[in-house]
Structures are given as C-alpha cells and as structure tokens.
C-alpha cells in the first residue's frame, strides 16, 4: 500500500495506508497543509475532507494506528493517554476510522505544540 508522509514541525512519520474507504480519500486529497491541536497524548488536525464513519471504526487504539475522526473532519494519532483513557490505554473522544499504520515511534509526537504547521503528502513508495 501507499506511504503517506506526516510532518508535524521538525517530525516526520511514514505511514503505511490500509486498503480502506478513508485511506483512499486521503490520499486522494494529498497534499495538504494544515496546523495541530492537543489533547492528552493525542495530536489531530484538520483536513480538506468530510467522510463517514466506517463499520469497524473503535475509540481505543493500539500504539502507531493512524486514525480519521469523521466528527472533527480530522486525522488523529494517539500516543498515549488522553484526559478519557484509563490508565494504559490510548482512548480517542469518539469512534475513528483506522486508516494507517505508523512505521516508525509515534510517541515523538509528543514534542508537538498547538499550532506547529502539519504537511501531509504522498511518502516514498
């Protein structure tokens, strides 16, 4: 599958895309530009997209999923707690599409700021 490259001011993350409805309106919409919010241990960000929920969406998520939050018209990437979780688990606000799958540490997303300029665009086959 594709690569969609993340970079959130000076960190990048290739994402490898899953044969999906939202991974393919996504990386029909590539590229775009945008900036990040917080929450927790989560960064989202807005896109140019308004899609619907898939069947199989879920709130909790394993480490490295790659997530479209159809309610906010957002990419979402957990990394660790949020003010919902319980302890250990990675909880987004509500039901996400899972689109990709990190390739690398998301957890370095934790050096993001609110407001840090987001570039998503078509990564390295």
Do not use: H
């Not at 994402?15 to 960064?43: K, M, Q, S």
């Not at 969406?57 to 939050?69: N, S, V």
């Not at 990394?79 to 990190?102: M, Q």
């Amino acid at each position: 599958m594709p690569i969609a490259k993340i970079t959130i001011g000076t960190v990048t993350l290739d994402c490898e895309t899953l044969d999906t409805p939202t991974a393919r309106a996504i990386l029909a919409a590539l590229p775009f530009t945008t900036t990040v919010n917080t929450w927790g241990d989560e960064v989202y960000f807005s896109t140019p997209l308004n899609l619907e929920r898939e069947t199989d969406a879920r709130e909790l998520m394993q480490l490295g999923d790659i997530a479209f939050w159809t309610e906010g018209n957002s990419i979402a990437i957990g990394y660790g707690e949020t003010p919902i979780s319980a302890p250990g688990e990675i909880r987004l606000a509500a039901k996400v599409n899972v689109w990709a799958r990190a390739l690398g540490d998301v957890t370095v997303l934790a050096s993001a700021k609110t407001g840090d300029v987001v570039e998503v665009k078509l990564g390295p086959k």
